[in-house]
Antibody, heavy 120, light 107 residues
Framework: EVQLVESGGGLVQPGRSLKLSCAASGFTFSNYYMAWVRQAPKKGLEWVATISTSGSRTYYPDSVKGRFTISRDNAKSSLYLQMNSLKSEDTATYYC?????????????WGPGTMVTVSS | DVQMTQSLSYLAASPGESVSISCKASKSISNYLAWYQQKPGEAYKLLIYSGSTLQSGTPSRFSGSGSGTDFTLTIRSLEPEDFGLYYCQQYYEKPLTFGSGTKLEIK
């Protein structure tokens, strides 16, 4: 059974950093592109980052480019999101998601999410 | 960026009825569209990709249609477990973008 479990969320002050983790199990992690998607309170979904199977290629929207870094450790079946220079608008539930097929850019499994609150 | 519009934010229906949820793209996205369902306390679930291809495990009462800019998710003969939130997502180009969601509630 595919499982994705995020951790690392919490309350952080504006301008500070936070690192999220996602533990994957039930599939061969190194075979899949992985992504982070977020949802602000009462808002829709926003794609945050995608990483290739090897980790050599990463993709971001302009809203987080230069502040967020996605990475992975295939030996540990883990996905990460380093978030720097956090802003109040980064407050959201962050979901780890598996891309259904490489370069197909839609997501066949999601984690339950971890909440990040950016506030002073 | 491709804007995805789900014109109906809320839809009420009764079990056994059929409903359609629309999603409109601000430019042509061919059939690069996915539909997701979210129920309270559960993870997002992929229902349909490529506009009309059912993901493994998606009940056959779900169907997707459309191409270009206009897409529809149809649920025939609603079951109690179908009530929840539905989102569309385009993956024609980056940034990947989602609709604002349609909440399907029991009438």
């Amino acid at each position: 059974e595919v499982q994705l479990v995020e951790s690392g969320g919490g309350l952080v002050q504006p301008g500070r950093s936070l690192k999220l983790s996602c533990a994957a199990s039930g599939f061969t992690f190194s075979n899949y592109y992985m992504a982070w998607v977020r949802q602000a309170p009462k808002k829709g979904l926003e794609w945050v980052a995608t990483i290739s199977t090897s980790g050599s290629r990463t993709y971001y929207p302009d809203s987080v480019k230069g502040r967020f870094t996605i990475s992975r450790d295939n030996a540990k079946s883990s996905l990460y999101l380093q978030m720097n220079s956090l802003k109040s608008e980064d407050t959201a539930t962050y979901y780890c998601a598996r891309e259904a097929k490489p370069l197909h850019w839609y997501f066949d499994f999601w984690g339950p999410g971890t909440m990040v609150t950016v506030s002073s | 960026d491709v804007q995805m519009t789900q014109s109906l934010s809320y839809l009420a229906a009764s079990p056994g009825e059929s409903v359609s949820i629309s999603c409109k793209a601000s430019k042509s996205i061919s059939n690069y569209l996915a539909w997701y369902q979210q129920k309270p306390g559960e993870a997002y679930k992929l229902l349909i990709y490529s506009g009309s291809t059912l993901q493994s495990g998606t009940p056959s009462r779900f169907s997707g249609s459309g191409s270009g800019t206009d897409f529809t998710l149809t649920i025939r003969s609603l079951e109690p477990e179908d009530f929840g939130l539905y989102y569309c997502q385009q993956y024609y180009e980056k940034p990947l973008t989602f609709g604002s969601g349609t909440k399907l509630e029991i009438k």
